[in-house]
């Protein structure tokens, strides 16, 4: 049995979920997530308890348990608490500001980029180079993440562009210079 896959997941106060077939609706104080699950799993509301389980050990089965019963955690955790991703610019000259629901970023191009929020993400720039990109969608906060950062990925030479906070960049040494033999 999977480990994770048999734990069940606690439905806290304020939240309320409803099964339809292979669909799911969780529905709490930040919002709503509707997700579908693979029709071989059984999802069932037990009290307040929300509990997966597979019809056999079918290695497709096996994998299939674990990552249901995360996905519907992680739904639970986001219409309570939300999720959020921190982002950090570093670099000479490269900055973020917010401008109404807009995210204007100068990056050491010739133009500025920009990226708007949408109903799912909200988008904040405490100062210059902090994003916090927030949401209660674990993916669409973690894909919106990703393609803010792919804007500018770091590089490993000088340390410069949007990184994750707490990411580690490898650094590289440069070219040698013309030696003495």
């Known amino acids: 049995m999977s480990r994770i896959g048999r734990k069940p997941i606690v439905i806290p106060a304020g939240v309320e979920v409803a099964v339809n077939g292979n669909e799911i609706t969780v529905k709490g104080p930040k919002g709503t997530l509707n997700s579908k699950f693979h029709p071989l799993m059984t ?9 997966v389980t597979r019809p056999n050990d079918e290695k497709e089965a096996r994998s299939l348990h674990g990552l249901t019963r995360t996905n519907i955690a992680n739904m639970v955790e986001g219409v309570v608490k939300g999720f959020e991703k921190k982002l950090e610019v570093k670099g000479v ?9 807009d995210l204007v970023m100068n990056l050491g191009y010739s133009h500025q980029v920009i990226m708007s929020e949408n109903e799912d993400i909200q988008i904040e720039a405490p100062d210059a180079t902090t994003i916090i990109i927030k949401g209660i969608d674990k993916q669409k906060v973690g894909q919106f993440a990703a393609e803010v950062r792919e804007k500018r990925p770091p ?23 013309k030696g003495k033999k």
């Open 93 to 101: 000259g490269y900055r973020v500001q917010k401008q109404g629901k």
């Open 43 to 51: 999802v069932k509301v037990e009290g307040a308890e929300i509990v």
């Open 155 to 177: 590089e490993p030479y000088k340390g410069k562009g949007i990184m994750y906070a707490g990411e580690r960049i490898i650094r590289k040494e440069g070219k040698a210079g």
